[in-house]
């Protein structure tokens, strides 16, 4: 399978700060970012997904403007929580795919906890 | 839209056979997915199937029928590390997977 990393793998914040994840696909070029959030004994809900270059596309009640989203290269994108809240604690996961590719492979998560 | 179901918890005991079933409506099809998923850890691949039929991969099969809407997961010789929540994915006619709630297998001995 492919190789994808996360980090910070946990984080703990204050209520109000701002929260950079990093999830990079270290074996492939992911053309295509999804970004997940699961909450506790939940399914995975998409919020977002990007095309390397351009604005990511977000989901229904998903606001763009508190989760920010940057897919600059093949190998690298960011989630950044902004003035994050104690609600926002989730469990946020990355899945890089390639074109072409019939398999989705996801990132190890990122617990976010808000205080 | 799409919507997906699966049963929420099922029980089994360590060496048994257990058959976890997916329904699925969706707007076009794409694929159907299963993901096995550790408490607190991201999900992992297991299979995928886009074809009518069914497909091994060593003590895991899944199966799918298009015309039903129908999937399952099959798991033999079940092990107590086989516990974990088992996730159905199916994307739809956008190419974006969207998953089912899970269904949490127990094995116990």
């Known amino acids: 399978g492919a190789v994808v990393s996360q980090h910070p793998s946990w984080v703990i914040c204050k209520s109000g700060t701002s929260v950079k994840i990093e999830c990079r696909s270290l074996?492939?070029?992911?053309?295509?970012m999804f970004w997940y959030r699961q909450f506790p004994k939940q399914s995975l809900m998409l919020m977002a997904t990007?095309?390397?270059?351009?604005?990511?596309?977000?989901e229904q009640g998903v606001e763009k403007d508190k989760f920010l989203i940057n897919h600059a290269s093949l190998t690298l994108s960011t989630l950044t929580v902004t003035s994050a809240h104690p609600e926002d604690s989730s469990f946020y996961i990355c899945?890089?795919?390639?074109?072409?590719?019939?398999?989705?492979?996801f990132g190890p998560g990122t617990r976010l906890t808000v205080l | 839209g799409q919507n997906i179901d699966q049963p929420t918890e099922m029980t089994a005991t360590e060496g048994a056979i257990v058959q976890i079933n997916c329904t699925y409506q969706?707007?076009?099809?794409?694929?159907l997915f299963w993901y096995q998923q550790h408490a607190g850890e991201a999900p992992t691949f297991l299979s995928y199937n886009v074809l009518d039929g069914l497909e091994e991969k060593g003590r895991f099969s899944s199966f799918l029928s298009r015309s039903k809407g129908y999937s399952y997961l099959l798991l033999k010789e079940l092990q107590m590390k086989d516990s974990a929540s088992y996730l159905c994915a199916v994307r739809g006619g956008s190419y974006i997977p969207t998953f089912g709630r899970g269904t949490s297998l127990i094995v116990h001995p």
């Open positions: 969706t707007s076009g099809f794409n694929g």
């Open positions: 990007s095309n390397e270059g351009s604005k990511a596309t977000y």
């Open positions: 074996d492939f070029q992911a053309t295509t």
């Open positions: 899945s890089p795919a390639a074109s072409g590719k019939n398999e989705q492979f």
